[in-house]
């Protein structure tokens, strides 16, 4: 089931630079799912997690027979554990790139094992990038400064 | 004690753990998550990995006590535990995962029998260690004091 820490609805028209940006973060693990979202609420964002790819992709409105509603739903990251049960990371991260609404949402594939031509797999795949567990503060700040980017571009596109 | 001798000895003992292996540079990760605004954090992950890793354990014991042992349920089982001991940093833990994956591949009965125990006999040790040293920290706590984080990287 998603857990959501804090959860309001943005219209898609309307941005402020006072919101915090919100990550999805999908592990199977419940030890990695807590530390994840400390990382990142430490770095002022809001986080949703899910235990697994099926939940992430019905939270974002994907999943199978699901109509999509997506004007309230505002997710600036996406960060997904490569090995879990039912769909890899990998797998979930080809649905959300296949989405005429969601692909534009940079994913950040993480993974406790490297390997190379998984790593390839996944940045050919569309991953913004691929880091390796366990994650560290650094990490989350990195990232942090990606979202703030990306979203500092959409505001200069509509300019 | 007082609060002064007790942050000492908070520190002290924090430090042998690193120095022996026990702990790694990620549970200062984790440390360093804790603040004014989340002071159990240590605690509640320290908490849930306890409860991860005795039902991670009793499922490995089972799967190596059956007649035909699925090593891809073990390995799947160790997988998940050396994912959450390193996320804690629990170093022995994680090091023994690794050597006991090595004999999943393998399909070593006896080799993944002896790992189940080492891994069993590093996380009761691990455990121990940290609930002394949670205790400690709220002994601080509550006696007025704060956890002396800075005085480790010294």
Redesign the interface.
């Known amino acids: 089931m998603a857990n959501t820490s804090s959860f309001s609805s943005s219209p898609s028209t309307k941005f402020s630079f006072d919101e915090k940006p919100h990550v999805l973060a999908v592990d199977d693990n419940l030890i990695d799912r807590k530390v994840i979202e400390r990382l990142f609420i430490n770095s002022t964002c809001k986080v949703t997690t899910a235990e697994n790819g099926k939940r992430a992709l019905e939270y974002l409105g994907l999943a199978d027979g699901q109509h999509p509603n997506h004007n309230d739903l505002k997710v600036n990251l996406i960060i997904t554990d490569y090995s879990m049960p039912g769909m890899t990371g990998y797998e979930l991260l080809k649905r959300i790139k296949e989405s005429p609404t969601m692909k534009e949402i940079p994913v950040v594939v993480v993974s406790s094992e490297n390997i190379p031509t998984r790593i390839n797999q996944c940045m050919q795949g569309g991953a913004q990038e691929f880091l390796l567990k366990p994650l560290q503060l650094s990490d989350a700040t990195k990232l942090r400064c990606h979202i703030k980017k990306a979203i500092t571009r959409g505001v200069c596109r509509r300019r | 004690m007082e609060v002064g001798q007790m942050q000492r000895a908070w520190v002290e003992y924090t430090r042998s753990l690193f120095r022996e292996g026990f702990l790694d540079a990620?549970f200062q990760?984790?440390q360093?998550?804790q603040?004014e605004s989340?002071p159990d954090?240590v605690a509640?992950?320290v908490s849930?990995?306890f409860e991860?890793s005795e039902r991670l354990l009793a499922d490995l014991t089972f799967v190596l006590e059956q007649q035909n042992i699925d090593f891809k349920k073990v390995d799947a089982h160790v997988?998940?535990f050396?994912?959450?001991s390193?996320?804690?940093?629990a170093q022995r833990v994680k090091n023994d995962c690794i050597a006991f994956r090595n004999f999943c591949e393998e399909q070593n009965i006896e080799g993944c029998l002896r790992c189940l125990q080492q891994v069993k006999q590093d996380y009761y040790l691990v455990k121990s260690k940290l609930e002394a040293l949670i205790r400690l920290e709220q002994q601080i706590v509550a006696a007025g004091g704060s956890i002396p984080m800075e005085e480790l990287s010294s």
């Not at chain 2, 390193?86 to 940093?89: D, F, L, P, Q």
């Open positions: 990620q990760q984790l360093l998550l603040d989340n954090f509640e992950v849930l990995f991860d997988h998940q050396k994912g959450s390193s996320s804690i940093g």
